[in-house]
C-alpha cells in the first residue's frame, strides 16, 4: 500500500516537460555529480547516452507522448472507463496499450537499444491509475479492521506490509522458443472463439489479447523509427554506426516475426520484456537470465556462421548492461550466472569468461549478478569472480546444493528442476516456470524487546513472574511468534486482493499454466510457486539486545526490568557508561558465542515455525527469509532505544548479519554462527554480510580465504554470501575526500550502493565496522 501510494502521488504531478527537465536536471546536479545532466542535443558519444538513457527523456518528442502528457490521457482513459462500468483487466490492458503505442521513442545511432520516454521507474504514469485503484479494491475486498490494524502496525514499526508487485521472472526458456508471435499463437490456443468484433467476451481474455497485440505494435514502432533514422543519419553517421542501425532493424524484425535467432536478438528480447513489463504494466522483472548459459548457444551459432564477431559481442553485451546502469535502481537489477549442466559438469565457459570480463570492465552497481556456486565450479571461474568481488564488483554467491534443499522441501522440487532453479531478486531462488513470489510482510525482531520492556515499566508485566532470564526469554519467543503469526494472517487478507489491484497482463501472458487455468500468472498463476515470504527484521540486534538483558538484569543484577524499560525510554539518558559497555561487549551475535548462538537459532526455528508452509491466499505457502531489504533501516527508524547499546532510530542489524561492528572475532566464527540455522528453515533466503578488511584479502592467498568462506558457509546450510571488502581508512578517506572516490561502491544487504550516494550516518556505520573487524 505504502509503494502503490507513493506512486500515485507521483504520478499525478502533470509536469509540463520543460519543468520536468528542469526539475530532473537539478536532481542530478544535485545529487550525482559524477554525472550531471546533459540536454540531448548536446550528447554526441556513445558513453554519455548511455549512462543518461534512462535519467533524462532522450525520446523524440515528434513521436508521441511524453511523461506528463501520458499521464493526463491515462488518467482520462480511466475515467471514461469507470464511468462505462469497464472490468478493471480490460481497462488495465488499455493502459498498457496506450502507452506501448502513443509514448515518444527513438533510437540512437548510439546505442544498440531503443529509447522510451517512460524512462523513470519512480514516476511510472500507470502507477498512479493503480494506486488510486488499490484504495478502492483494499476498500472492497478487505475488512475494515484488517485495514486499521495492517496500516496501524505499519505506522508503529511492529511490522510493515505492502502489497507487493517486484518479484516476477518469466520462464526465459519457454518464451524465447516460442517468442513473442508464438506467445501470440499460445494464448489464442486456450483463449477460443472471439466475437464477431474480434474481441473476447471474458475480461480475462480480452485484457491479454489486447496486451499482446500491443506488445507486437510496440516492435513495429521501433523498427519504424529506426528505419526513419537511419534514412535521416545516412550522410552524417559513421559506417560502425550505420551498421549498428542496419542490425538494430534487423533485430527487431526478426523478434516481431518469430523466435530469437542471435545473441544480439536475445539481449534485446530481454530488454524489450523487462521495458514493457516494468515500466509499462508495473510488474518488476528480476532476473534477465542465467546471461551467460542463456548466451552460450545464439553465440556460438552466430560465430560458426560467421554473423557477429567478439569484439561486436562484447560491444553489444556492454551496452545491455549499461541500459541497467542508466536506470540505477537502488535494489540493483539481477541477472544470473553459471549452474550445472545436465551431465554434472559446469556450465562455466568461455561465454562466461567474456560476459564476467565486460562486467568487470563496466564496474556497475547495477545489473548485480546472482552467481551460483557448486562443487563443479571451475577455479578460473571462482578465482576471477572472488577478484571481482574484493574490488568491489556486485556479486551475490549463492550455494547450489543448500537452495537445491530448500527448493526440495518446500516446493517438492525434482532434481532437474533445481538444476534448473532461477536466481532473482535480491539474492532468492526459485523455479524457473514458478516465479512469483512475494514479500508479504517484514517483522521487527526489536519492537518485540521494545515492547516487553514497555510493559515492565508500565506495570503491566510483573517482574514476579520472570524471576530467571529463561522465564524472560520464553516470554519473548512467544510475543515473537504471535506478532509473527498476526502479520502472517493480515497478509492473508492484503494478498487476496493482488490479482484485482494489478492484474500481471504480461507475467500472464509468459506462464502458461496460468493460461490454462484461467489464472493470473503473478496474482496465483504459477505452476510451484505463488509463495508468500514474511522477512526477519533485525535478528542479530535482537540475540545481543536478549543478552544484554540477561547481563543487566539477571546475571549482574544491576537494575530491574522496569528500571530497564524506563532506560531505553529515556534512550540511556546518564548512562553511556553503561550503554558503551554494552555496545562493546564481545557476548554477541556474529562471535560464535554458544549462548548467542543457541539463542539465535532458537530465534529463528520459532520465527519459521510460524510461517513455513502454512497456505497463503495465492494457491501458494508462506515461507520465511532472512533478508531485510532496507527494513533495517526503515522499521529502526520507529524503535526505541534497546538494550544492546543501540540507541532509538539507529539502525538494527540487517539479514542474518551481526549488528553493525558486532563481530570481533573475525570472518570464521560469524560464518559458524550462522550455523545454526539453514537455508531449509528460511527457504526465501539464509543470506549472510561478509566484511574483511583488504590485507585478508591481499593476493593469491586472499581468494583462496574467499573461496573457503564461500564454501564452508554453503556446506553449514546457508544459501548466499556476499563480500565488502575495505579498510577504515580508506573508507574515511572517502568521506573526507568524495570527488577522489566516484565510484566506490559498497554493499548493502542485497545490492551495492556509490559510497558518495549514501548518508553521512549511514557511511559512519560502515566506517565503525570496518575498524571493528581490523583490531
Given at each position: 500500500m505504502k509503494q502503490l501510494v507513493g506512486f500515485a502521488l507521483l504520478a499525478v504531478l502533470a509536469l509540463t516537460t520543460s519543468a520536468a527537465d528542469k526539475k530532473q536536471a537539478k536532481r542530478y546536479n544535485d545529487t550525482t555529480s559524477w554525472d550531471p545532466y546533459v540536454a540531448k542535443e548536446n550528447i554526441k558519444d556513445e558513453a554519455t547516452y548511455?549512462?543518461?538513457?534512462?535519467?533524462?527523456?532522450?525520446?523524440?518528442?515528434?513521436?508521441?507522448?511524453?511523461?506528463?502528457?501520458?499521464?493526463?490521457?491515462?488518467?482520462?482513459?480511466?475515467?471514461?472507463?469507470?464511468?462505462?462500468?469497464?472490468?478493471?483487466?480490460?481497462?488495465?490492458?488499455?493502459?498498457?496499450?496506450?502507452?506501448?503505442?502513443?509514448?515518444?521513442?527513438?533510437?540512437?545511432?548510439?546505442?544498440?537499444?531503443?529509447?522510451?520516454?517512460?524512462?523513470?521507474?519512480?514516476?511510472?504514469p500507470v502507477s498512479g491509475e493503480i494506486g488510486r485503484h488499490a484504495w478502492k479494491t483494499n476498500s472492497?475486498?478487505?475488512?475494515?479492521?484488517?485495514?486499521?490494524?495492517?496500516?496501524?502496525?505499519?505506522?508503529?514499526?511492529?511490522?510493515?506490509?505492502?502489497?507487493?508487485?517486484?518479484?516476477?521472472?518469466?520462464?526465459?526458456?519457454?518464451?524465447?522458443?516460442?517468442?513473442?508471435?508464438?506467445?501470440?499463437?499460445?494464448?489464442?490456443?486456450?483463449?477460443?472463439a472471439k466475437t464477431a468484433d474480434?474481441?473476447?467476451?471474458?475480461?480475462?481474455?480480452?485484457?491479454?489479447?489486447?496486451?499482446?497485440?500491443?506488445?507486437?505494435?510496440?516492435?513495429?514502432?521501433?523498427?519504424?523509427?529506426?528505419?526513419?533514422?537511419?534514412?535521416?543519419?545516412?550522410?552524417?553517421?559513421?559506417?560502425?554506426?550505420?551498421?549498428?542501425?542496419?542490425?538494430?532493424?534487423?533485430?527487431?524484425?526478426?523478434?516481431?516475426?518469430?523466435?530469437?535467432?542471435?545473441?544480439?536478438?536475445?539481449?534485446?528480447?530481454?530488454?524489450?520484456?523487462?521495458?514493457?513489463?516494468?515500466?509499462?504494466?508495473?510488474?518488476?522483472?528480476?532476473?534477465l537470465t542465467e546471461l551467460d548459459v542463456f548466451l552460450t548457444p545464439y553465440y556460438e551459432a552466430d560465430i560458426a556462421a560467421g554473423r557477429t564477431t567478439e569484439k561486436e559481442f562484447r560491444e553489444q553485451l556492454k551496452h545491455f548492461l549499461w541500459q541497467w546502469g542508466s536506470?540505477?535502481?537502488?535494489?540493483?537489477?539481477?541477472?544470473?550466472?553459471?549452474?550445472?549442466?545436465?551431465?554434472?559438469?559446469s556450465e562455466f565457459n568461455h561465454v562466461s569468461?567474456?560476459?564476467?570480463?565486460?562486467?568487470?570492465?563496466?564496474?556497475?552497481?547495477?545489473?548485480?549478478?546472482?552467481?551460483?556456486?557448486a562443487p563443479n565450479t571451475p577455479?578460473?571461474?571462482?578465482?576471477?569472480?572472488?577478484?571481482?568481488?574484493?574490488?568491489?564488483?556486485?556479486?551475490?554467491?549463492?550455494?547450489?546444493?543448500?537452495?537445491?534443499?530448500?527448493?526440495?522441501?518446500?516446493?517438492?522440487?525434482?532434481?532437474?528442476?533445481c538444476r534448473l532453479m532461477v536466481c532473482r531478486g535480491c539474492y532468492e531462488f526459485g523455479l524457473r516456470d514458478s516465479v512469483n513470489s512475494t514479500c508479504a510482510g517484514h517483522i521487527n525482531f526489536l519492537k518485540v524487546m521494545e515492547r516487553m520492556l514497555e510493559a515492565f515499566r508500565k506495570g503491566d508485566l510483573k517482574e514476579s513472574d520472570y524471576p530467571a532470564f529463561a522465564d524472560f526469554r520464553a516470554e519473548y519467543v512467544r510475543r515473537l511468534r504471535a506478532i509473527t503469526a498476526r502479520c502472517r494472517e493480515v497478509a492473508l487478507y492484503t494478498e487476496k486482493a493482488l490479482e484485482f489491484v494489478n492484474p500481471a497482463n504480461m507475467m500472464t501472458l509468459s506462464t502458461d499454466y496460468a493460461m490454462r487455468n484461467h489464472l493470473d500468472g503473478f496474482a496465483n498463476g504459477c505452476r510451484k510457486g505463488n509463495n508468500s515470504a514474511i522477512l526477519a527484521i533485525g535478528l542479530?540486534?535482537?540475540?545481543?539486545?536478549?543478552?544484554?538483558?540477561?547481563?543487566?538484569?539477571?546475571?549482574?543484577?544491576?537494575?530491574?526490568?522496569?528500571?530497564?524499560?524506563?532506560?531505553?525510554?529515556?534512550?540511556?539518558?546518564?548512562?553511556?557508561?553503561?550503554?558503551?559497555?554494552?555496545?562493546?561487549?564481545?557476548?554477541?551475535?556474529?562471535?560464535?558465542?554458544?549462548?548467542?548462538?543457541e539463542i539465535g537459532g532458537e530465534l529463528i526455528a520459532s520465527y519459521a515455525d510460524e510461517i513455513n508452509g502454512k497456505p497463503n491466499a495465492r494457491n501458494g505457502k508462506f515461507i520465511a527469509s532472512g533478508h531485510s531489504a532496507r527494513q533495517f533501516i526503515d522499521l529502526a527508524l520507529k524503535t526505541g532505544a534497546t538494550p544492546d547499546g543501540r540507541k532509538a532510530g539507529d539502525e538494527m542489524s540487517k539479514n542474518l548479519s551481526p549488528t553493525m561492528g558486532a563481530d570481533t572475532e573475525g570472518a570464521t566464527a560469524l560464518v559458524e554462527t550462522l550455523s545454526h540455522g539453514n537455508a531449509t528453515q528460511m527457504p526465501g533466503d539464509y543470506p549472510i554480510d561478509m566484511m574483511l578488511h583488504p590485507s585478508v584479502c591481499a593476493g593469491e592467498k586472499?581468494?583462496?580465504?574467499?573461496?573457503?568462506?564461500?564454501?564452508?558457509?554453503?556446506?553449514?546450510?546457508?544459501?548466499?554470501?556476499?563480500?565488502?571488502?575495505?579498510?577504515?581508512?580508506?573508507?574515511?578517506?572517502?568521506?573526507?575526500?568524495?570527488?577522489?572516490?566516484?565510484?566506490?561502491?559498497?554493499?548493502?544487504?542485497?545490492?551495492?550502493?556509490?559510497?558518495?550516494d549514501m548518508s553521512k550516518i549511514e557511511q559512519d556505520k560502515y566506517i565503525e565496522r570496518a575498524e571493528r573487524i581490523q583490531h
Open positions: 548511455l549512462r543518461r538513457k534512462f535519467r533524462q527523456d532522450v525520446s523524440d518528442s515528434a513521436t508521441g507522448e511524453n511523461e506528463a502528457q501520458i499521464v493526463v490521457s491515462l488518467k482520462r482513459l480511466v475515467t471514461d472507463a469507470e464511468k462505462s462500468g469497464e472490468d478493471w483487466r480490460i481497462t488495465k490492458a488499455r493502459c498498457f496499450a496506450y502507452q506501448v503505442d502513443h509514448q515518444a521513442i527513438d533510437v540512437s545511432q548510439l546505442d544498440w537499444f531503443p529509447a522510451i520516454a517512460l524512462w523513470n521507474r519512480w514516476r511510472r472492497k475486498l478487505i475488512p475494515k479492521a484488517i485495514n486499521d490494524e495492517w496500516r496501524r502496525n505499519n505506522q508503529s514499526g511492529d511490522w510493515n506490509i505492502w502489497q507487493d508487485f517486484d518479484h516476477s521472472v518469466p520462464d526465459w526458456r519457454v518464451i524465447m522458443a516460442l517468442g513473442f508471435p508464438g506467445m501470440k499463437t499460445r494464448m489464442e490456443k486456450y483463449a477460443g474480434g474481441k473476447y467476451a471474458d475480461p480475462y481474455w480480452e485484457g491479454l489479447r489486447i496486451s499482446m497485440d500491443a506488445i507486437l505494435s510496440g516492435l513495429d514502432r521501433f523498427r519504424v523509427r529506426a528505419e526513419k533514422v537511419l534514412e535521416s543519419s545516412a550522410a552524417s553517421a559513421t559506417p560502425a554506426r550505420r551498421f549498428r542501425l542496419e542490425k538494430e532493424i534487423a533485430s527487431l524484425k526478426r523478434l516481431r516475426n518469430g523466435k530469437p535467432e542471435t545473441a544480439y536478438d536475445m539481449m534485446m528480447f530481454v530488454w524489450y520484456y523487462f521495458m514493457l513489463s516494468e515500466h509499462l504494466d508495473a510488474i518488476q522483472c528480476r532476473s536506470i540505477d535502481n537502488y535494489w540493483n537489477q539481477p541477472a544470473g550466472l553459471g549452474g550445472t549442466r545436465a551431465d554434472g559438469s569468461k567474456i560476459v564476467l570480463e565486460v562486467i568487470d570492465e563496466c564496474n556497475l552497481t547495477t545489473p548485480k549478478f546472482l552467481v551460483k556456486i577455479d578460473w571461474a571462482f578465482n576471477k569472480m572472488m577478484d571481482m568481488a574484493r574490488r568491489h564488483r556486485s556479486l551475490s554467491f549463492i550455494g547450489e546444493e543448500p537452495a537445491a534443499k530448500a527448493l526440495k522441501k518446500w516446493m517438492n522440487a525434482t532434481d532437474e528442476e542479530g540486534t535482537a540475540v545481543d539486545s536478549l543478552l544484554a538483558v540477561k547481563e543487566i538484569v539477571y546475571d549482574r543484577k544491576e537494575m530491574s526490568l522496569s528500571a530497564l524499560g524506563q532506560l531505553m525510554a529515556d534512550n540511556w539518558k546518564g548512562r553511556e557508561d553503561l550503554r558503551l559497555r554494552m555496545l562493546r561487549s564481545k557476548c554477541k551475535w556474529g562471535n560464535n558465542d554458544p549462548i548467542a548462538n586472499g581468494i583462496e580465504v574467499m573461496k573457503a568462506l564461500v564454501r564452508r558457509f554453503h556446506k553449514n546450510g546457508g544459501s548466499v554470501m556476499q563480500f565488502t571488502v575495505f579498510s577504515a581508512e580508506e573508507l574515511k578517506d572517502a568521506q573526507r575526500h568524495p570527488e577522489k572516490y566516484e565510484n566506490l561502491q559498497v554493499r548493502v544487504c542485497g545490492w551495492n550502493v556509490r559510497w558518495n
